[in-house]
């Protein structure tokens, strides 16, 4: 939960984004975590208009989220988040095998689903004829909807730091409003109806209401 | 190193792939890992042609590599990775900082350099009058050579698991045809000079062509 006296852990954002992507940007993943597992954090941000090289230091391509825990400083929000569950049973579980999994199902989320998701996305932009990823998008939501068919929970029998990461990149509309995937929905809908995650999206999306009317008010300070 | 009789370590790959891909399928960043740590594996394979339940249970999108360590099962080469680079400080350096960056960097070459390198060549394959990865890729080229200008090796002064899979992102011909990028050129040579990669490498383009041989034979004996 936010909490700017006692935290020692401090997840970093961008001090402004656009309306699109509010509700989106990353850091939402590192809020969400820090819910589940009950730890104390503080937000602070970096410009999103002008990437300097204090960002480049902790993020060499520009991007959030990042994170500070005491000394340590790490990047990327599956680092992160790996970083993040390996404090609580509730995000990593304990046991080896379902750590393995839990690993295993994190990694397919960023390295085989929004590997294609996210550039498939980008590509439509333009609004090819045809686009070239189409097919590889709908093989990897058809594997996927195979193992919900089978299971609510990716591994352990319950929810862990591989659902959290898996429905966030599901959770995308352009995502969901592709082909037909009935269990993935069910599943995108029963990750996302954790009070954990609704805390940390609503917190996201107040705390950039909260940059745009600091953005007005330097506009009309002249600034 | 591969080890019939000692391995407790079981890496899987393709029983068989096209001459194109061979010293570049994934289960080469596995090898490799177990030769940089003194790790004795033995190779299994699954049907590169066929790809059935028996895949789909160790690895839900049908791909390679995944990895048994007695009873732990674990898929995707990134989570593999981690996995083995836990095993030994040659891989995962020991104090704590440098660890958080080489998570960071490890998990960078497969989310950020990785989600776009791949798709940008899947997406040239169609011959787009113009590719629309190609601003996305060269933004993260150029944030790289600025990194690779300033140090020999990711993190920690020396080579770890993030070198091992960054360079392995990085290597693959069309991307180092990409641009001009002399820092990252000399980055990639040098990672790739190391003796565990080229034994890796040998090794991988060995199984292949063994596997090529026995192909040839079921074919004569009207398999």
């Known amino acids: 939960m936010p909490d700017e006296d006692n935290a020692r852990l401090t997840l970093w954002t961008f001090d402004w984004v656009p309306e699109g992507p509010r509700g989106f940007v990353r850091d939402l993943r590192l809020r969400w975590a820090c819910e589940e597992a009950g ?16 960002h480049l230091t902790h993020q060499p391509f520009g991007q959030v989220p990042f994170l500070t825990d005491g000394d340590l400083r790490i990047f990327e929000s599956g680092a992160c988040l790996l970083h993040l569950a390996e404090k609580d049973a509730s995000l990593m579980p304990r046991d080896t095998g ?89 599943y995108v809908a029963r990750v996302c109806d954790r009070p954990a995650f609704k805390t940390a999206h609503a917190d996201q999306v107040a705390f950039f209401a909260t940059a745009d009317g600091n953005r007005a008010r330097r506009k009309e300070d002249g600034g």
């Open 98 to 186: 379902s750590r393995a999994e839990t690993m295993s199902w994190v990694v397919s989320a960023l390295n085989s689903v929004e590997m294609v998701s996210v550039p498939w996305w980008f590509v439509g932009l333009a609004s090819p004829p045809e686009n070239p990823l189409e097919g590889w998008l709908r093989a990897r939501l058809d594997s996927l909807e195979r193992v919900f068919e089978g299971r609510d929970w990716l591994t352990a029998g319950r929810f862990t730091a591989a659902d959290l990461m898996m429905a966030d990149v599901l959770r995308l509309p352009w995502v969901r409003a592709f082909g037909d995937y009935p269990a993935t929905d069910a």
């Open 39 to 54: 730890l104390h954090y503080q937000m602070r941000s970096v410009p999103f208009e002008d990437r300097g090289p204090d």
